[in-house]
Each structure stands twice: as C-alpha cells, then as structure tokens.
Nanobody, 127 residues
Framework: QVQLVESGGGLVQSGGSLRLSCLAS????????IGWFRQAPGKERERISC????????YYADLAKGRFTISRDNAKSTVYLQMNSLKPEDTAVYYCAAEDSSFICAYNSAWPSWGYWGQGTQVTVSS
C-alpha cells in the first residue's frame, strides 16, 4: 500500500536551514504528484510546494518562493524540501502528500484533494 514517511524536522534558529525528506513506498514515485504542506496550531493546512508527476514541474506558494526548493530522487523514492532562511513563522508540522494525478499541482488543489499522507514532521524555528 502507499506509504509516506517524513523526516528531517527539528529545532533551528531563525535564518537557518533544514532539509525535509519524504520517503515513498508502495508506488512508483514519478507516477504520483507529491506535495509538501504545513499546519501550524490553530491554522488550516496549507500547501507549500508541489512537484508534478507529468513532467516534474515544480510549484511554490508565495511564502516559499526564493527560500524553499522541492526536488525528487526517483532512484531513492524520496522527495525533498530544502528550506533556507527559515523564520519563526515557518514553525509548523510539515506533511508530504501524494496523489495519482498529473494536474493536481497545476490546479493548486487544497489538502482535501490529496489522498495519501505521511505522519508529519515538526519544524520549530526559534527567534
């Protein structure tokens, strides 16, 4: 069955960097679009970045542009989210999600449209 496991979260100072990993199993990675989401306490889950299954196109929310980079290593069945210049407002639980759709990234579909989720990894940025 489809499984996603996030790792790489932790505590970092403002301005620091983290690289999150999403290890996928149970499916061929490049046949699914993968999204990174985050959810802070009391806030709705929001999409941060997405990589499309069709052609590997990448998409970023405005808050991530210029700071975060999504990439995919099919041989390792892993999608990464490199996060630089972190800010205290980036503190949240970060999730990866997968969906068998080549259009879900381009449509900027919100979290209910995604069918498969990891358990999340906590990112805390101190000021």
């Amino acid at each position: 069955q489809v499984q996603l496991v996030e790792s790489g979260g932790g505590l970092v100072q403002s301005g620091g960097s983290l690289r999150l990993s999403c290890l996928a199993s149970g499916f061929t990675l490049d046949r699914f679009s993968i999204g990174w989401f985050r959810q802070a306490p009391g806030k709705e889950r929001e999409r941060i970045s997405c990589i499309s299954s069709s052609d590997g196109s990448t998409y970023y929310a405005d808050l991530a542009k210029g700071r975060f980079t999504i990439s995919r290593d099919n041989a390792k069945s892993t999608v990464y989210l490199q996060m630089n210049s972190l800010k205290p407002e980036d503190t949240a639980v970060y999730y990866c999600a997968a969906e068998d759709s080549s259009f879900i990234c381009a449509y900027n579909s919100a979290w209910p449209s995604w069918g498969y989720w990891g358990q999340g990894t906590q990112v805390t940025v101190s000021s």
